[in-house]
């Protein structure tokens, strides 16, 4: 079991590391390098505690904790989030600490006290109020739909400490704790699915809420977040991937995901791999029922375009593909272009409902789709191979014109 962890004076991690989980969230957000479920414990002349963690792992916080200061000590609580991976262990801590005052913003008080049915002393802290500790001071920022209503920041003003709760996380579990101790590009990757699995329908309120606290003018020296590696070395690195993502920002790069009946789609899939790659572009092929489509979802964040082909089958498409298309019409990806294609028999049908669907997602459709019947001849093979060039030159025009 690790021990709690000093960031700077009088503040310390004492979070917990998941090594186990490969699952997250309800719909089953896949997380191969596991996580952890930080809190963090700020002394000053009183004690806060800002966010706990997931329900099973309260014991291992405690002792954490005690490994500073006797959790009686404890004065106030934070609650930044309510899903229960941060407050899940908020029963236990009150248990020992039943004089601590337990702060949140207004949307977190209706869900703290729908969740845990307690009568804590709570009190709703909104953006701008300020927390005394006596030679420490947290002051609020509300991040509504960051990415649950209720979420807020914590920031500590002596320290340019931010304590975002999920934003500028990731899954990412380790015997390390910051960003100067780990393979940054392994950080960044899970950064990236955390982001486009999880925030990407909130890209837009990610700028906003940047911009604001641009504008409060808050010097940031380290952030700390509720999953993964705490950024103390370079948190800019992981603030300008942000603005990035958010932005729409793309590399001329495709994602070409399909599925195939017996073979025909996955013939066109490779000849218009070949286009594309002659056109210039990098691409990331995927057959999607042998994929993590998380991952899928992932490698489009920084992609300029996306093609989707599938079989047809009843006039539809195929029923492996339907579920990465409904993710990303709940998703919404900013600033892609796509099309489809696909084989079919005696009726088409699957192309035009890919295109539907890509539509639907915020997805401009560049070209008409292709639909071959049957098994792609020769000539057909070269109008696939022309389909992949064709897009992959739409993707590198608009890369170059959103430079």
């Known amino acids: 079991m690790s021990r709690a962890v000093e960031l700077v004076k009088d503040v310390y991690w004492v979070g917990v590391v998941d090594w186990d989980l490969r699952y997250f969230h ?3 957000l896949s997380t191969h390098r596991g996580t952890t479920y930080n809190a963090y414990l700020v002394c ?3 004690t806060a505690l800002v966010d706990t963690v997931f329900t099973p792992f309260a014991g291992e916080l405690l002792q954490k904790i005690s490994d500073v200061v006797d959790p009686s000590r404890i004065d106030y609580v934070v609650s930044n989030h309510v899903e229960v991976d941060h407050s899940g262990a908020l029963p236990a801590v009150m248990e020992q600490c039943p004089q601590a005052q337990v702060l949140c913003s207004k949307r977190g008080l209706e869900g703290l006290k729908k969740n845990y049915y307690r009568d804590w002393d709570f009190r709703v802290v909104k953006t701008g109020d300020e927390l005394s500790l006596g030679n420490k001071t947290l002051s609020f920022l509300e991040a ?9 920041f914590t920031y500590l003003k002596e320290e340019a400490l931010l304590m975002p709760n999920d934003a500028f996380g990731q899954h990412f579990a380790s015997s390390a704790r910051f960003d100067d101790e780990v393979d940054l590009h392994e950080v960044v990757e899970e950064a990236e699915k955390y982001y486009a699995n999880i925030l990407y329908p909130f890209s837009r309120l990610v700028l906003k809420k940047l911009e604001e606290v641009q504008k409060l003018g808050l010097e940031i020296k380290m952030i700390a977040p509720s999953h993964g590696i705490i950024w103390r070395q370079e948190p800019e690195i992981i603030i300008d991937a942000y603005r990035s993502w958010a932005s729409g920002e793309a590399r001329p790069k495709v994602v070409l995901a399909y599925d195939t009946m017996w073979g025909s789609t996955e013939q066109m899939a490779r000849s218009i791999l070949e286009g594309l790659v002659e056109g210039g572009v990098e691409v990331q092929m995927r057959r999607v029922p042998l994929s993590d ?3 899928i979802i992932k490698e489009l964040l920084n992609a300029g375009g996306i093609l989707v082909g599938s079989s047809t089958i009843h006039r539809n498409l195929l029923p492996t593909v339907a579920p990465l298309l409904e993710e990303l019409t709940d998703l919404k990806p900013v600033g892609k272009i796509g099309a489809a294609f696909g084989s079919s028999g005696w009726n088409g049908g699957a192309v035009e409902k890919i295109e539907k ?4 997602a915020g997805i401009e459709i560049a070209q008409e789709g292709l639909d071959i019947r049957w098994v792609p001849d020769e000539s057909e093979q070269k109008r696939c191979f022309e389909f992949g060039r064709e897009f992959a030159e739409k993707v590198l025009a608009r890369v170059s014109s959103e430079a």
């Open 26 to 28: 309800g719909y089953s």
């Open 44 to 46: 000053g002349e009183k």
């Open 144 to 152: 509504p739909m960051l990415h649950w209503p209720d979420s807020m």
């Open 293 to 295: 489509a998380n991952d």
């Open 357 to 360: 669907q890509l539509s639907a």
